[in-house]
């Protein structure tokens, strides 16, 4: 290698680096949880049955001693329960959700609204009409607000794991309509919490945190 080009090589190699802020933003981290729901609601359902009879016999008792009959009662109320909490066990699933940029979170409303468009409601009366500075009253969309919510679903559920420890990784619409239509009503409420938790956890991060925040001190 000639002097020129040892000389070229240094130089290159003290310039700046550059890098693609389209990287950044992909490799950016978002928050991540994680929520167990249960599919046997049938097992549920006899779990909180089995708790109203638990309180029924304390109601019972009251402050009076526990009878032999009343204790035998207990045991084998909770073995029953036993046996339902282990069937619950068994169809219980471990839902990972991962946060999406807000960008994400509006194209998706926008494509939620080129299927449902926005209408507002007509002025309710001739005053109405004649001052022409009413407020206009978007008329509710349950169609678009479900859509909407079948894209967010697909886009923050990450991955789904059953007892075994087997996963599934990818969510075809279909696939996230049919959960939606089909999950125990209590699993669609803790996977949307959750979905709104993460959004709101990675909002108040950003507003609570100035430049400072990683400075060492």
Known sequence: MSEEEII???????APGTFNILNVLQDRGYPESTIDIYMDESSMYKIS??????EELDNSIGKKSETEKQKKQ???LFLEQDGYIEKLESSKLVVHICGIPEGKREELYKQAVKKYP???????????????NQQRVEKESPGRDALFTDYLWQSHIQKIVNPDG???TEFSYSTIRTMRE???LGA??????????IRS???LFTLGTGEDFLAKP
């Open 49 to 54: 049955e089995i708790k109203e009879k638990l």
């Open 118 to 132: 926005i209408e507002y409601e007509s002025p309710t009366g001739i005053s109405d009409f004649l001052s022409g």
């Open 188 to 197: 669609m409420v803790r996977i949307n919490n959750a979905i709104e938790k």
């Open 182 to 184: 089909t999950f125990p």
């Open 201 to 203: 956890a990675t909002a």
């Open 74 to 76: 207990r045991e084998d």
């Open 8 to 14: 070229e090589s240094v130089e290159k190699a003290k």
């Open 166 to 168: 087997d996963e599934q």
